[in-house]
């Protein structure tokens, strides 16, 4: 536990360093009393957050606590299950997305998603690549080979894949396939990537393959990730969020949460006292 918290100290003091530089960033996401139930069970209970561009923040709790249905109100995922009820507000770049004039399709352009366990197409490397453009109407094949490798090389698995473009992507290791998807989502030039879990079903090596490329996608994407890991919100997050039981105990600067936590059930939480 000792190393474990100087490890995070550590961590907190990198993170510092490369703070100091920030200008003040753009809301990209606002949740203004957000609710949500599944049937009779309130999942999300008045969350108020906002979320800001090229930034990495992590969502973390306990299991049950609401995570993976926060981010999935924000792409309107958890709208297809029937027995969903959502009040409330959720602003992106100043729209509420919650309005009925609000189209999906333009969210889904805007809002891209990985998952905990890859789940490329049974197509090849390039075709999981170009599906995205296609849909958008791009037919034209040098303008999609070039978005193709522009999202690989985004992705970090261009030189991996660069040879085997028309393999199929199921050949690929896990964390390879990860990658692909998240290369697919690139290539639909999303503004926000929200990620649940994507390393879980990870080995370590691919885990912080993966963590290098979050570092460098913050540059051009803001990025949401859902994760269990306490090391992993505190080596790549800015900011993070503590949920329990459908609420959000704290959100502040991971340093912050992690260093010198304001609520006692975060301290517990991310001492491993529970959950
Ligand atoms: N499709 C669903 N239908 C009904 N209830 C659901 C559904 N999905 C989630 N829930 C309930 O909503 C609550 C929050 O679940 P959610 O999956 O968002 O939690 P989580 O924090 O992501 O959990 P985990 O860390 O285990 O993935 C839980 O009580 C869960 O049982």
Avoid at 13 to 40: H, M
């Amino acid at each position: 536990m000792v190393e474990l918290v100087a490890e995070r100290k550590q961590m907190v003091s990198f993170s510092t360093q490369a703070k100091s530089a920030v200008v003040t960033k753009k809301p990209i996401f606002q949740t203004r009393d957000l609710n949500l139930w599944y049937g009779e069970d309130h999942a999300l209970k008045s969350i108020n957050l906002e979320l800001h561009e090229n930034e990495v923040t992590a969502i973390i709790g306990p299991s049950g606590c609401g995570k993976s249905t926060f981010i999935k109100t924000l792409n309107r995922m958890v709208e297809l299950i029937p027995v969903v009820r959502i009040s409330g507000d959720i602003v992106y770049r100043e729209k509420n997305i919650l309005d009925k004039s609000y189209k999906v399709e333009d969210l889904r352009t805007h809002v891209g998603m990985v998952f905990q366990k890859p789940n490329p197409f049974p197509k090849s490397i390039y075709e999981n690549i170009a599906y995205g453009p296609k849909i958008h109407g791009i037919r034209n094949k040098k303008f999609l080979d070039e978005i193709v490798e522009k999202s690989l090389r985004g992705a970090a698995i261009w030189d991996e894949v660069k040879d085997r473009l028309h393999e199929n992507a199921y050949g690929l290791s896990g964390g390879q396939q990860q990658r692909i998807c998240i290369a697919r989502c690139l290539a639909i030039e999303p503004d926000v990537i929200l990620m649940d879990e994507p390393t879980s079903a990870l080995d370590p090596i691919s885990t912080l393959k993966i963590e290098e490329l979050v570092q460098e996608l913050k540059k051009d994407f803001s990025i949401i990730i859902v994760t269990h890991n306490m090391q992993q919100a505190a080596r790549i997050s800015d900011k993070t969020a503590f949920f329990l039981n459908g609420e959000v105990i704290e959100f502040d600067e991971t340093n912050k949460i992690f260093s010198n936590p304001s609520d006692k059930r975060t301290e517990d939480y991310i001492t491993g006292r529970f959950g």
